[in-house]
């Protein structure tokens, strides 16, 4: 079995600071692992994925996460936020199969 | 289609009535999904679909929810005899292929019973 951690419901930053958001798993085999985005009364976006290969991805709108099977960890990064990055994040993983368990989600405001 | 399209957005149902909720995924994808989120929480995993088939149905919350999906196309949703704790937004994503592929989510269908 396999599940999400994502420590953080609710992430504060300023605009043009650093974004980060931590996501844990556990799985017993090599997941794959997805970052959503999700905006007020839209569906999911997907953000990046890891499925093999560089362990550092990068995503659309300046995201990145890195996968560190020693931590099991797959966090999330933005050097400087922006306004419109305010949404809510969710984490996910696929040990292979066809179906995503998605963490609890974090939801990120932006101070101006 | 170019997305998932969900029907309808908002629906305001009276406890005790059925719903059904619609899904039209991506057109050659064969995997769908349902997933429920309710106000604050993650996604729960309801049902999954690889054709016209259902592999894996054991997010279903109880016998009051159903769903089918025929013409490896549109799917749909079905609550019996609703309830307030239905309240949520049905969520429906399909996919390509193998998980690496990534989810591909329609907008959703917010549901309130009243």
């Known amino acids: 079995a396999q599940s999400v951690t994502q420590l953080g419901s609710h992430v504060s930053v300023s605009e043009g600071a650093l974004v980060l958001l931590r996501c844990n798993y556990s799985s017993s085999v090599p997941p794959y692992l997805f970052w959503y985005v999700q905006y007020p009364n839209q569906g999911l976006q997907l953000l990046l994925k890891?499925?093999?290969?560089?362990?550092l991805v990068k995503g659309i709108n300046g995201f990145e996460a890195e996968f560190k099977k020693s931590e099991t960890s797959f966090h999330l990064t933005k050097p400087s936020a922006h306004m419109s990055d305010a949404a809510e994040y969710f984490c996910a993983v696929s040990p292979n199969d066809y179906k995503l368990s998605f963490g609890a989600g974090t939801t990120v405001t932006v101070r101006a | 289609g170019a997305g998932v399209s969900q029907s309808p957005s908002n629906k305001v149902t009276e406890k005790g009535k059925d719903v059904e909720l619609r899904c039209d995924p991506i057109s050659g994808h064969t995997a769908l999904y349902w997933y429920r989120q309710r106000l604050g929480q993650g996604l729960e995993f309801l049902i999954y679909?690889?054709?016209?088939?259902?592999?894996?149905k054991s997010g279903l919350p109880s016998d009051r929810f159903s769903a089918e999906r025929t013409g490896e196309s549109v799917s749909t949703l079905t609550i019996q005899r609703t309830q307030q704790e239905d309240s949520a937004v049905y969520l429906c994503?399909?996919?390509?292929?193998?998980?690496?592929?990534?989810?591909?989510f329609g907008s959703g269908t917010r549901l309130t019973v009243v």
């Open positions: 994503a399909s996919s390509g292929g193998p998980p690496n592929y990534g989810y591909t």
């Open positions: 890891y499925t093999t290969g560089a362990t």
């Open positions: 679909f690889q054709g016209n088939s259902a592999p894996d």
